[in-house]
């Protein structure tokens, strides 16, 4: 059962705009939350991450909202760049162990 | 390189043949995660270790799978008698299980063709 899913498979946004990644869970036992960048060819990357307890959390250009009554996640990405484009996944986790990841959103940034 | 890091990166074999992976953590990591990506999804979760025991084993990790990590350093994981649908990337994760944050460090995966 997919437990993490993101709806969008894919995203292109210009050079310099927002880029808006979104992600919904159905384990409310889920109580920590992640965003990986993944490149071909290379293992995910960690980006940003995310306690139950906030509510937001914001790293230079990457922020990810977290809204648990809908169970719903983001990450936006200002301004977004060129080296941005990747695949990015949302994951989950519970009791901290092992990670439930989304299918993934590829973000192409056109110049 | 501290990094995670497997070997091979890239495995073709038979159907039918064995396969060992071999993941080698970051130093003083006491956890290791074994994952499995396939085409278009995200990793999913295989198994667990907590320096050499393995607590956590996933339903995809079917009797043909079997993962050891016996001095609580590198990992392997080995596939027996290997079937098309065994073809995937296999990636490792480590982290240190006193830190605060969850976050698991990959390596860059071991991609696995059966023909």
């Known amino acids: 059962d997919q437990q993490v899913k993101q709806n969008s498979p894919s995203l292109s946004v210009q050079e310099g705009r927002i880029s808006i990644l979104n992600c919904d869970y159905t384990?409310?036992?889920?109580?920590?939350f992640l965003w990986y960048k993944k490149y071909p060819a290379e293992g995910p990357t960690f980006l940003i991450s995310i306690s139950s307890i906030k509510d937001k959390n914001e790293d230079g250009r990457f922020t990810v909202f977290l809204n648990k009554s809908a169970k719903h996640l983001s990450l936006h990405i200002v301004p977004s760049q060129p080296g941005d484009s990747a695949v990015y996944f949302c994951?989950?986790?519970?009791?901290?162990?092992?990670?439930?990841f989304g299918a993934g959103t590829t973000v192409t940034v056109r110049a | 390189d501290t990094g995670v890091s497997q070997d091979p990166r890239h495995k073709i074999t038979k159907r039918g043949q064995n396969v060992t992976f071999r993941c080698d953590p970051i130093s003083e990591h006491n956890r290791l995660y074994w994952y499995r990506q396939t085409l278009g999804q995200g990793p999913e979760f295989l198994t667990y270790?907590?320096?050499?025991?393995?607590?956590?084993k996933s339903r995809l990790l079917s009797d043909r799978f079997s993962a050891e990590r016996p001095k609580g350093s590198f990992s392997t994981l080995e596939i027996q008698r290997t079937e098309q649908g065994d073809s995937a990337m296999y990636l490792c994760?480590?982290?240190?299980?006193?830190?605060?944050?969850?976050?698991?460090?990959f390596g860059p995966g071991t991609r696995l063709t059966v023909l």
């Open positions: 994951a989950a986790t519970s009791n901290d162990y092992k990670l439930s």
């Open positions: 384990n409310s036992m889920f109580d920590y």
């Open positions: 994760a480590s982290r240190d299980g006193s830190s605060r944050s969850n976050e698991q460090f």
């Open positions: 270790f907590q320096n050499e025991a393995q607590l956590e």
